[in-house]
């Protein structure tokens, strides 16, 4: 079948990432046409935080500088997108726990992320809600939360530069895809960013899935303002293995209160699970008691696509080139979404990035290292 033509470069993955990615190459001027087997992934099933993290510093790095772009794109968001800037509570369980406060406020600080330390009475007038003698917080007022799935949809149809078709890959190579009617379309370079279904195209990325339960309440007067997180957080979110919860709450812009969080290894099955959703409910029931009396209209799962360093792979693969790699963003995909499409065209177009890409570079993977000449 004669090749299909008309693209500067062919994305494969429409969610927030693969948006991304499309409206950064679209804004530089390149004809971009995104492919998508319409089955959905980690952006419809994730929170849509915009959240800080510091565990190490090309996460932070990262994080820090996508809020910042997401802070310059949200004038032009449209209220579907549901963004906003309510800040993250990072609790303290106990008084003890305030070191790991002053810890996180220091760090962020050196990298330049305002924190502001609450003790337990300040915080309390903050949230109401939150169960008493908790030891206080740390507040980071620059986080902020949207509506993934409206922003990714909105990526895709801002620049006319973007088609957008429903389509499966069964091949990729550095200038061309074959899709599974049989037509091939070429482009002078190809972007893989569809999660975990990058595996299918590319065996050798080394991704795993995260496996992560979500359930949101029915509509109330609004009871919490800022996202609510327990400092054990960040050692959840990257455990190795097993299964591990933490307490994390975010307020919607509809009255509703997203709840989560929980990881699993080595299971691809998405059904809900009590034995995972009743100890993560419990845990946030310790936090806000009076989560107990509230409804709960739907519980779901979702899987992030999780690199062994925990960082994402940004960059062309060093045995294919043409063929750039935007994947790996676990569980802060929406938060570096334009932060990792800014760094990733930066390189394809030979710009110098406003932070080092290094980190997070394919070849520091030996299935993805450049072959011996």
Not at 329 to 357: K, N, Q, W, Y
């Amino acid at each position: 079948m004669k090749p299909e033509a008309g693209a500067d470069v062919l994305v494969v993955g429409a969610g927030i990432i693969g948006a991304a990615c499309a409206h950064e190459l679209a804004r530089r001027g390149l004809r971009v046409q995104v492919l998508d087997d319409g089955h959905g992934g980690a952006t419809a099933a994730g929170m849509g935080h915009l959240v800080a993290m510091d565990d190490n510093p090309a996460e932070l790095a990262l994080s820090h500088y996508s809020i910042g772009l997401w802070r310059q794109l949200r004038e032009h968001l449209p209220e579907a997108c549901a963004y906003r800037n309510c800040g993250t509570l990072w609790l303290a369980a106990n008084p003890d726990e305030m070191d790991l406060a002053r810890a996180k406020q220091h760090n962020l600080a050196v990298h330049g992320v305002a924190g502001e330390l609450l003790d337990g009475a300040t915080l309390a007038a903050l949230e109401p809600m939150l169960r008493p003698n908790l030891g206080g917080a740390l507040k980071i007022p620059g986080d902020g939360i949207l509506y993934a799935p409206a922003t990714a949809r909105w990526l895709l149809a801002e620049n006319a530069l973007i088609s957008h078709r429903n389509a499966r890959v069964r091949h990729l190579a550095s200038d061309r895809l074959e899709l599974d009617d049989g037509r091939t379309l070429r482009a002078q370079q190809v972007l893989l960013a569809s999660g975990l279904g990058a595996r299918e195209l590319l065996p050798e990325l080394p991704l795993r899935a995260k496996k992560g339960h979500l359930l949101i309440t029915d509509r109330y007067p609004q009871r919490v303002s800022h996202q609510l997180v327990e400092l054990g957080y960040a050692a959840s979110a990257h455990a190795n293995h097993g299964t591990s919860l933490a307490f994390n709450v975010q307020p919607r812009p509809t009255g509703q209160l997203l709840i989560g969080s929980s990881r699993q290894f080595d299971t691809l099955e998405p059904q809900v699970e009590t034995a995972v959703l009743a100890p993560m409910l419990r845990r946030a029931v310790e936090y806000l008691p009076e989560l107990a009396q509230l409804n709960g209209i739907r519980a779901w799962t979702g899987f992030r696509a999780a690199t062994p360093d925990g960082l994402p792979i940004l960059g062309e693969h060093p045995q294919q080139p043409g063929l750039w790699l935007a994947v790996g963003h676990e569980g802060l995909g929406v938060t570096t979404a334009p932060g990792s499409a800014r760094l990733l065209v930066d390189l394809m177009l030979g710009e110098r990035p406003a932070i080092d890409p290094q980190p997070y570079q394919p070849g520091r993977f030996p299935g993805l290292q450049r072959s011996p000449a």
